[in-house]
């Protein structure tokens, strides 16, 4: 299993930061900049964020700077990786977008707006949802993604218990 975390930053005017991955997974796509857990070292969730807010955006993080917004398991994405996911929203306002990363480029992006973008499809058709409706809030799925290209999603925390919504 792959633990990460994704870390979701607004600007003043309240727009998302986006990277457009270079790299696998989700290559060429809209997400929220973010990485994996150093396991090894014993490393938290909200140490994985602060460090990877430091190294990717040039933010001077701490752990207490990030808001665990929700936690996100996915079974069998791209037909292969299990994905344990840790959503962070960073608690201050960015005033800049930063520069270019070996991990990809970065825009800022209004709500709206992501209607229009290449996003991985199981952040559009679930997490994004969900991080919208429980922002400030906490919420847990988990998502079976089939070989298919179908997704299986259960809410298990964050409203409704056990409800179950399939995508294809």
Known sequence: MQISTLIYCFDPDDRVL???RNKSPNQGLWSPPGGKLIQNKGESPHQCAARESREELGLEAQPEDFHLTGVVSETAYEGKDHWLMFLFEYRHPMSYCPPPHPEGSFEFYSRPALEHLDLPATDKAFIWPMFW????QFFTIHCHCSSSGAFDWQLLQGG???TK????
């Not at 409706?133 to 400030?136: M, P, Q």
Request: proline fraction near 0%; aromatic fraction near 14%.
């Open 160 to 162: 409704s218990f056990n």
């Open 165 to 168: 919504e399939s995508h294809d």
């Open 18 to 20: 986006l990277i457009q």
């Open 133 to 136: 409706k429980y922002r400030n």
